[in-house]
């Protein structure tokens, strides 16, 4: 019920393509979905966030697509470049309840030059 | 930009020994966190601290883990008797008063050897 389920493992794209990772939650009580960017060696650094209210959300080339009906929800980066190059991570979290933060897995995205 | 600075980058232990991992949260920060990720797996939230007493703890952080903000500034996780298990990156984060994005440190690798 608390998991965050993460997919995939691991993801390659060419330079300039488009990098989709998707998440399903079973929690209907989450209610804030931030996405997180870490660098070898490095904290998780938060990259975008949406509530369920809103069914996409954009920043730059980083762009969430939310569907609260089939409880998933993706991070597609646009014009991936080699600096993109990172472990992303899908979370969520019960806004009113609690603080802590539920992680997926994470993935290796690793972008080709 | 403010962060949360976290101390050592690295601590090696032997089974058994007392550990205490240090954090410098951002200062005007009033919400505390302590979460790890084992090697290859997902970040784990451990304990929430607010208002100098835990607010929330997950089933791994049991007797042997405590947590202290000793003078205001620091904020310290302590592991009384290690275990190999334990071996993980430790992160520490904190949240400011509008209650919106925990900002993560860059971790403490322990080796409990």
């Known amino acids: 019920q608390q998991q965050v389920k993460q997919s995939p493992q691991s993801l390659i794209v060419q330079k300039g393509g488009i990098s989709i990772i998707n998440c399903a939650y079973e929690?209907?009580?989450?209610?804030?979905f931030p996405w997180y960017q870490q660098f070898p060696g490095k904290g998780p650094a938060l990259l975008i966030a949406?509530?369920?209210?809103?069914s996409e959300k954009k920043e730059g080339r980083f762009t969430i697509s939310f569907n609260k009906s089939a409880k998933q929800f993706s991070l597609h980066i646009m014009d991936s470049q080699p600096g993109d190059s990172a472990t992303y991570f899908c979370?969520?979290?019960?806004?009113?309840?609690?603080?802590?933060?539920?992680f997926g897995k994470g993935t290796r995205l690793h972008i080709l030059p | 930009e403010p962060e949360v600075t976290q101390t050592p980058s690295h601590q090696v232990t032997q089974m058994g020994q007392e550990v205490i991992l240090r954090c410098v949260p951002i200062?005007?920060?009033?919400?505390f966190y302590w979460y790890r990720q084992i090697l290859g797996q997902k970040v784990e939230f451990l304990v929430s601290?607010?208002?100098?007493?835990?607010?929330?703890k997950s089933e791994i952080f049991d007797d042997q883990f405590s947590v202290e903000r000793p003078d205001g500034s620091n904020f310290t996780l302590k592991i009384r008797s290690t275990k190999l298990e334990d071996s993980a990156m430790y992160f520490c984060?904190?949240?400011?008063?509008?209650?919106?994005?925990?900002?993560f440190g860059a971790g403490t690798r322990l080796s409990v050897l």
């Open positions: 200062s005007n920060h009033l919400y």
């Open positions: 929690n209907t009580a989450f209610d804030y």
């Open positions: 601290f607010y208002n100098n007493e835990i607010s929330e």
């Open positions: 984060a904190s949240m400011g008063p509008g209650k919106n994005i925990q900002y």
């Open positions: 979370a969520a979290r019960e806004d009113f309840r609690d603080d802590k933060i539920i």
């Open positions: 949406i509530r369920p209210d809103v």
